[in-house]
Nanobody
Framework: QVQLVESGGGLVQAGRSLRLSCTAS????????MGWYRQAPGKQRELVAT???????NYADSVKGRFTIASDNAKNTVSLQMNSLKPEDTAVYYC??????????????WGQGTQVTVSS
């Protein structure tokens, strides 16, 4: 089994910054990719940013230039630095991990979600 623990959400004013973190633990052989998704009320879950084990990054157009994703492969962690936050960034943010477990099976896991609220 694998557990994902997220932290760092909260309430901030527009223009300020927040940093989200997610740590994966458990029966992990290799992490292929980690990422962040978000879901606003009444909307579908959408990709925010992903990073592969090789360091390739992918961002949603809406966050390019404002958000930065980073990972520490040795610690199985992924972070999301969010700068210049806007009210439209308000959502529940979910960590996602694509991994190979100790039994060589591939799984995709989701964190429990952390609320980010940006006030205008």
């Amino acid at each position: 089994q694998v557990q994902l623990v997220e932290s760092g959400g909260g309430l901030v004013q527009a223009g300020r910054s927040l940093r989200l973190s997610c740590t994966a633990s458990g029966s992990i052989f290799k992490i292929n990719a980690m990422g962040w998704y978000r879901q606003a009320p009444g909307k579908q879950r959408e990709l925010v940013a992903t990073i592969s084990s090789g360091g390739s990054k992918n961002y949603a157009d809406s966050v390019k230039g404002r958000f930065t994703i980073a990972s520490d492969n040795a610690k199985n962690t992924v972070s999301l630095q969010m700068n210049s936050l806007k009210p439209e960034d308000t959502a529940v943010y979910y960590c996602n991990v694509d991994l190979i477990d100790a039994n060589w099976r591939r799984y995709n896991y989701w964190g429990q979600g952390t609320q980010v609220t940006v006030s205008s």
